[in-house]
């Protein structure tokens, strides 16, 4: 394909420094109606030295002294083609003087960026905010295969694009699996309809997270955070001993404190009360007592239920992972939300860790990462990792860099979507290949962007502040070309945060709306 179409020139090179070329237009719109000369739009600059892709930076019109206008406009280089017609970043000969420059349409940018859609690898998420500029691809592989950061702030489009992302990958392949972190239970309401087959919302009055499952500094993080040397001694020997006695004689040296075996934590809490009677004085008996108090809060708590929901079955972690994942034959899904809105906020941060390892492990000992890649999405990451390095997050970040850093070999991925991405675990956002970039208003957050984005979208990164609703500066692994798209409409729509106050105080409140009802939850801690 050739990447000069006469009916798309517009001007010619004037100047070329290093990387910045100043074109002189000769007009700003061509004769193909769809395509404009625009910021953001691409171009080619094509002379003997080759093809040299661009994308413009700044338009301007400047007056002469004979009261003409000249139209510049300003182009940061991308990469080139090269003999073979395949695009690579960088370029060996920069444009000459006096060559000519083309817009480039939508069906010859997505042949640069080497989308057929033949071979499965790319999928369609929306379009390019150009006009003209086509549908816009993104590399499953690449976007998945170094973990993808997607950012904005609050009402950007975070959630619905999430959402349009996932709903795309299940129009486009059969069997994938993604397990979303659903901090505000929004998600199921976008996989209703046609998606509901596919898809299993477990909602927080199920989601249950058995604390045998965890290893010992989850246990410790769980119950006991804070927990003295002592402590953690008295309980690792318990219950390693606890789960030893669940297995065979055979492979008893063979299991850990850490191993994911049922025990019965009533059994624990029996035996300290056992070992704290034993004592002679009271200062041997004051850490058992201590153990005592604080495994009791949690066990009887019932924001904690979900620790001990299926004690009576003794579940296994196999079959935990069937019923998260889908993987029971009679019953499959592909995409899994997980309400967490229940979860207490000192808590979430451990849990989000716990099932993030777990799935690490799971993975681990899966002998082929092919088997199954499996995708997280980490809903409002700041909230369980961020930068601060304080001990309640120290568990989750430790556990969530782990898989940032390690997953992929594993076919383990994130999407780390946060509205604060100046306050999210730098290890994790620089192990992202991939970066989505809705509107940001802050400042720090801008600089923070900028400073973690790719250089060639540097000069566009001013433009962040005035995006629109789910438009992005999107580049990286996952599109060749970096550049605004603007991501289809989700269908369904996530459930929306926003509260609508025109609405509720135009309707009142609903039917049967109880106060008592509101009151009695609060006391007993739980929604739902
Ligand atoms: N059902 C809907 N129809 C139209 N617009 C919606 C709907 N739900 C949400 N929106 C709008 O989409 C925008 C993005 O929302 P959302 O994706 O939840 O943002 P974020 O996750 O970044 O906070 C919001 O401004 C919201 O008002
Ligand atoms: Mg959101």
Redesign the pocket.
Known sequence: MSFRKQNQAFGKVRSVDGGNIVTKAEILQTTNPELNVEVGAFVNCGGFHGDTICSISRVTIEENKANEEIKLVELSIIGSIDMEGNFSRGVEQLPTISCDVFLLDGEQVNKIMGVNSDDGKFFKVGKRSMRGAGDVYIDLDKLLGRHTAIL??????????VSTLVQSILRDYPFPRIMIFDIHN?YSHAFKGEWEGKSNSIKWSEFSLPYWFFDLDEFIATYYPGAGSTQKMILKNLIEELKKERVSEDKQDKISVDSPVFFDINDLIRQIKEKETLESTQTKKDPWNKLLLKLNSVNDDSRYDFLKKDIESELSLSSYFNNLLGLNNSDPSYITILDLSGLPAEVRSVCVGILSRLCFDFRYWDMDPANLPLALVLEEAHSYIPEESSSDYSLCLQRIEKVAKEGRKYGLSLLVVT?RPSNVSPTVLSQCGTFIV?RLTSDLDQNKVKRILPDIIGNQSNILPSLR??EALVTGDAVLLPGKVLFDEPSP??K???IKFHKSWSEGPPAGYDVVKIVEDWTQRQKG
């Open positions: 904005g702030t609050t009402g950007s489009g975070k959630s619905s694009t929004e509205q809705l609703d789910r729509w996530p929306s945060n926003d």
